[in-house]
């Protein structure tokens, strides 16, 4: 695979050596004490409010537009 893509290796984990936080099709994995933390691709989320039409844009939350 090296000789026809760029390919970049990181091992997370608990080690000196290791990676405490890597990305994978970009969402973020991190090592913690508790284990392995996810966290999911902001874009998805921004995807799904935009195909459900709900993405309303409010100046301040709680507060009325006269």
Avoid: C, Y
């Amino acid at each position: 695979m090296k000789s026809r893509f760029d390919v970049k290796t990181e091992i997370l984990g608990p080690g000196e050596r290791h990676a405490k936080q890597i990305q994978v099709l970009n969402r973020v994995l991190t090592w913690n004490e508790d284990g392995i933390s996810h966290e999911p691709d902001q874009r998805h989320a921004e995807i799904i409010i935009q195909a459900m039409g709900v993405s309303k844009a409010v100046s301040t939350p709680g507060t009325r537009e006269d």
